[in-house]
């Protein structure tokens, strides 16, 4: 059996049991899925995708909205940019493809905030073609298992996805199957901080585990400070505008926040960044939104 094999085997009987995963789960739901699982653990994305999907099933039903009801809907997932980002993606998916969610990697690479990775997932995981998909579980897997190493490093190359396509299958279908097997591992196997080489279908040919190395001590990357930053007011400022009926007086927003400086800055980042817009010299609303 080759390593694809193996993994394959290990998810067929361990995977886990997700709504985008079924069968019935359109392309646009897992595009869904991979935006908000982004930078999101999968039990803060679950219910929010249903809920999501629920309300908008195709991308022309979200693109009918303006996108002040997408951050609402978004709630408190974080990175909110994600839901105008996938407004945008719906309106171009209307607009250049008859609401259909493209199967070709060029044009999905073309939407509006798809990157490498979200494309190539869409691709594989929506149409089941042959593409490396590679994020940071998938990374730590094939470096440990593969090439020795104890981690991968902070982000994804080119090498990185020259390694992950060797070691596809050559049909379409089962090349899909291994890299979410793959993904599936280093989510809940292969870990950053606490593998669990016991369960793992790789534990007697391991690379890494053959080199007797072990992990670095520490975290592997800082974690990122929330409270008090521009992040968590931004966050705060939102709250209120997603919960207004109109537009939000400046009086308003400014008991979110004692710190005067920094309050101003995050409602200008949210400004910048198109998630809030002045409806007066005085007052704000969300990206899109009308007074009722």
């Given amino acids: ?28 739901g897992v595009l869904v899925s991979e935006v908000m699982l982004q930078q999101t653990p999968v039990v803060r994305v679950e219910p929010a995708w249903r809920s999501w999907m629920t309300r908008w099933p195709t ?21 909110p940019r994600r ?5 945008a993606c719906a309106v171009a998916i209307v607009e250049r493809h008859g609401g259909v969610v493209p199967a070709d990697l060029v044009q999905l690479l073309a939407l509006p905030g798809v990157g490498t990775y979200t494309g190539r997932a869409v691709a594989t995981f929506a149409y089941g073609q042959r593409h490396p998909v590679v994020d940071t ?21 080119a090498a990185d996805l020259v390694a992950v396509a060797e070691l596809l299958p050559d049909p379409p279908s089962r090349a899909a199957r291994a890299s979410i097997a793959f993904m599936e591992l280093g989510a809940i196997v ?5 593998p669990r080489c016991p369960q793992c279908p790789f534990e007697a040919s391991c690379a890494w585990r053959a080199t007797g190395e072990k992990l670095p001590q520490g975290p592997s990357r800082k974690p990122q ?6 992040r968590q007011v931004r966050g705060l400022l939102l709250e209120v505008l997603r919960h207004a009926t109109g537009p939000v007086p400046r009086q308003r927003l400014d008991l979110v926040w004692q710190d005067e ?7 200008a980042g949210l400004v ?21």
């Fill in 59 to 79: 991308p022309a039903d979200l693109a009918a909205d303006p996108p002040s009801e997408a951050i609402r809907m978004w709630g408190r997932l974080g990175y």
């Fill in 272 to 292: 910048e960044d198109g998630l809030v817009e002045p409806f007066s010299s005085d007052s704000f609303v969300l990206a899109g939104d009308r007074p009722y």
């Fill in 83 to 87: 839901a105008m980002r996938l407004h």
């Fill in 190 to 194: 292969c870990t950053a901080r606490a």
């Fill in 1 to 28: 059996m080759t390593f694809a094999d193996d993994a394959i085997a290990w998810f067929d009987q361990n995977a886990r049991d997700l709504p985008w995963r079924q069968p019935t789960t359109s392309p646009w």
């Fill in 225 to 230: 400070r929330y409270a008090g930053t521009d």
């Fill in 137 to 157: 579980n998938v990374r730590r897997v094939v470096a440990r298992a593969v090439e020795g190493k104890p981690d991968a490093g902070p982000t994804t190359t």
């Fill in 261 to 267: 400086t920094q309050r101003v800055r995050a409602l």
